[in-house]
């Protein structure tokens, strides 16, 4: 369908770009949080979850030496930033898109990601903190306090992430309420009869003029003779 003036949250195509209003909507405020939560959690890993042993210069992972826990916090934090990226950009191009498809496929991709990663920040955050349990003290030179701030932001997350899933569930819903009342169907009423063509009464019909009612033969008469 083609239009979609307002649809999905959104105001019609072709309007003009407001930076400050744009900045001020909920899901861009939660985009930026959720981008700066990312990047402290794969920048305190890239840069202090890995240290080596006086006598073993191999890098290990501080999370208990496992290489998983610290590739598994780099890879979502990475991931998760490029997203909002990518998303910020669909945010600040939205309002100039006039297909309502599209609309709604680039609503469902956020609703999709936003919900994945909500869920993958909840098992990241479970996943670091076990294994940060079982770190030994005497194995941790420096980075402590890059592993706690990782831990920390990935909680963060989880809650930044179910903020942007609700917006853009809310967005779908929207956009689903607003085609459903542009395709509703009219109630369906009881036909009133067809009327009679008006100025035409049955009753008021008069016999045409000039017409003679035919009287029918009593009987058979013989011509006459002459």
């Not at 083609?2 to 909920?26: C, I, T």
């Not at 610290?70 to 979502?76: E, V």
């Not at 990782?150 to 179910?162: K, R, Y």
Request: proline letters at 6%.
């Amino acid at each position: 369908m083609e239009g979609g003036g307002g649809a999905y949250g959104a105001a019609k195509a072709g309007g003009a770009f407001d930076l400050v209003r744009f900045m001020q909507q909920p899901q861009v405020l939660a985009r930026i949080v959720s981008a700066v939560f990312a990047l402290i959690v794969f920048a305190c890993l890239v840069g202090d979850g890995y240290m080596s042993q006086p006598e073993d210069p191999q890098l290990f992972c501080i999370f208990n030496h496992n290489e998983d826990a610290c590739r598994y916090g780099i890879g979502i934090g990475i991931l998760a930033f490029l997203a909002c990226i990518f998303f910020f950009m669909v945010d600040v191009y939205f309002p100039q898109i006039s297909n309502t498809t599209d609309r709604k496929y680039l609503v469902l991709a956020d609703l999709g990601f936003s919900g994945l990663w909500t869920f993958l920040w909840f098992i990241g955050f479970c996943f670091l903190t076990n294994q940060w349990s079982w770190t030994r003290a005497e194995d941790v030179y420096i980075g402590a306090d890059s592993a706690r701030a990782a831990i920390t932001f990935s909680f963060f997350s989880i809650f930044s992430w179910g903020l942007l899933l609700t917006f853009a569930y809310k967005r779908y819903k929207m956009g689903v309420e607003d085609f459903a009342q542009s395709y509703a169907d009219p109630s369906p009423g009881v036909s009133a009869p067809y009327s009679s063509y008006p100025n035409i009464s049955h009753e008021s019909y008069q016999q045409p003029p000039f017409t003679q009612t035919a009287e029918a033969p009593e009987g058979y008469q013989p011509p006459p003779v002459y």
